[in-house]
């Protein structure tokens, strides 16, 4: 074989192999866009019960009750709950709002209220005792 000849031969080989890898490549994409097209549907050709599970509707604080503590606003879906919260004064029912909704502990609220740990703790637990009395009471009427 010739030089000339020897690099034509490995030109040909190199084109056969891309021609081949071109190939295969093309199959595979048709073949996921065939299995595509078998598992989608068109949205026409949906009931109106299969386009409603497609739906969702985001409801941000639709009929709840909204507490503002620290600057944030608390949202209080429970209607009970909700006038049992304001019942409460002020203060006792942000230390509530902050212990639960913001999982802040004692020494966290006491820092933000300035007044000692024992005290929210205190007040806490008291106001605690009272919403759960009023919310028996009114479960009772």
Do not use: W
């Not at 048709?30 to 078998?38: G, K, V």
């Not at 004064?89 to 902050?98: C, G, K, S, W």
């Not at 637990?125 to 009471?137: G, Q, V, Y």
């Amino acid at each position: 074989m010739k030089p000339h000849d020897r690099e034509e031969h490995i030109q040909h080989t190199f084109d056969s192999y891309c021609k081949k890898i071109l190939r295969y490549k093309a199959r595979t994409c048709y073949n996921r866009i065939q299995a595509q097209a078998e598992r989608e549907v068109s949205f026409s050709e949906l009931s109106a019960r299969e386009q409603a599970g497609l739906a969702v509707m985001d409801e941000y604080f639709t009929g709840s009750n909204i507490f503002n503590v620290l600057g944030e606003s608390v949202g209080v879906t429970d209607a009970g709950l909700a006038e049992a919260l304001n019942t409460l004064p002020v203060d006792r029912r942000e230390i509530v709002l902050m212990s639960y909704f913001f999982d802040m502990s004692d020494r966290e609220i006491a820092q933000k209220l300035n007044m000692a740990r024992r005290t929210v703790a205190y007040r806490r637990n008291s106001t605690l005792r009272e919403l759960k009395r009023f919310m028996e009471s009114e479960g009772q009427a």
